[in-house]
């Protein structure tokens, strides 16, 4: 079951659309609005560069909201169920955005540029419109726009030693999700120690849009000599790695404490911010459903192409999955999926029902494989 | 330039997916985070079905934002920059959206449902988000939800006769966007005189996503006897009649009054709506850019892929193309832009950036071809 992508202006091109043509793309998505590649042809190969040596990808649809002006601060704490009151410039957080209903509506990270000046960066749901909205209601003073930076994520465990070779060693000194503004041979970026897989990384946030191609061709060369090659967010190292993707984790109602996130949500925390009455009522009820894993039995599957329905044993509805797939480390099929609680201990048979009809399943811990 | 379409539980998936897969879709884009259908592998005879018989499309992408509750009404208008107070129940009107700025962020149809329900019917952006953060900024007495509804689309000169066949004559009395709820076989629906064509047409909102398949097979079958066949949204058929396509013509930063449509914004109303103050500056100081109608040299060209460059003919960036296609009707290249309000009078020769190099082309009114 195979299907074309339209190619037509409605939705945008990534700055690195053209380089990643060049080097073969031959399966998209669209995210925020935006191409995004998603394979080159070789899934193995790719999954192999991500997880052996360094794999570089597309990710400027992981776009930016920005808030600035002398109410960003308010604004952003408004939102975000963590205090930002002490971060300081060139620092990330990882900041769940809930509505009142507690639902988790989006995942970026939060990188603070300056005192009155915030970026999220976004997963693919159009968080302009939250913030805006938001900021429009309150007639707040703050600007909340969508600027031109595209990420480029460099990925693998040789990540670090391509970015020493581009920037230089104090790059082996950036704390996780903390980033420092530099250039590259002209080209304005910033880069960040981050990015969607497992494995060390970090992403380029590239400042010119019309300098996609010169930038992709810097760090493919550089990254030659560490056995870099083209790849996309990798469904099998997310998997194994249990990181949220949001929308296929969370559609349409999940929230952020049945999703297990709750370590990124401080209900105690003074200033309030929206979502938190909902999600201290979830709290005290205990979460309806739980994010686990699964081990679905032979044969090897096939990715899921949507969120199977998962059963108890007696035939009853007890969750979705979120995604199946052969693990390729560990030659057997694993799932993420959302079950309802009292059916979600470690342990518990339960039956998945796929395309090629049911399968016994058997729940477990998450992560599938610990971070090496 | 083909790409295969990634289909994974990161996208909805349509109540008509499988009866479209079983109608032999061939090409897919997102929409709302929903797949949907852009073709079935001959496009001409698609295009020939929509202008001269009729077609049915998978448009379930256009999603609904309910908003329900005692101040549903209040928060309604304060979006929508039309007096809704008139509005009866069964009533639907365009009703363009638009942030602080005056930028246009949407441009659903607004239904009402009940004095205390509304419905937008949205293009592809997530106002669920705008709707609601506003709603939660202002702590209002509604709930802002994304309900159970998917619309099929009945388009083409014989649409009428397939809607009277299922649902009888009194459809013929329906006026533009009025919509009644009823059933059809115990399917729960709403029907509606609207689509986004410039053909008669219906949209049927079913509002049981189970019965996605049963719906769609008897429309189909009820359509036979007047020349029905599987279809989409038809971009010739679209730039034809300039319809406007939210994202291909209106990103990143359009405003309603430079895109045409003030018509449809009343800024002398008395109620205030988000966008007035910006809007009305805006219309003082007249426009900046102009959505106009070029034609574009021979010979036939390929539908455009992104938005082309448009210069003056001393080479100055004049604007961009939103969207160029060759006309089945017109047997010549047409394309719509948003150009620089100097260079958009009728008859002003500019040159289109297109991948295949410089092509003349001529300022003209829209549409290129007018209903009926």
Redesign the interface.
Known sequence: ?????????????SPYFDAT?AAG??????YN?MYMP??FGDFEAEYRRLVETVALWDVAAERQVQIAGPDAARLVQMLAPRDISKMRVGQGRYALLS??TGKL?NDPVLLKLADDRFWFSIA????E??????????GLDVEVT?PDVSPLAIQGPNAPLVVADLFGEWVHDLKYFAFRETELDGIPLILARSGWSKQAGFEIYLMDGTRGTDLWDRVMSAGLPHGIGPGAPN?VERTEGDLL?W??DT??DANALELGLGDFINLDMAPDF?GKDALTKIRAEGPKRRRVGLFIEPPILE?????WLVRDRGGNAAGL???AVPSIRLQRNIAIALIDSPLAEIGTHLVVETPSGPRQAEVTSLPFIQPG
Chains 1, 2 share one sequence.
């Open positions: 079951m195979t299907f074309r992508i339209t190619i037509g202006p409605r939705i945008r091109k043509v793309v031959s399966d998209m998505t669209v609005h998603t394979g509505d009142v509506i693919d749901s159009d968080m419109y939250w913030v805006g909205g938001i900021a429009a209601a309150l969508e469904v993707s929308g296929a559609r349409p929206i990715p899921s192409d949507h969120n999955i979120s995604v």
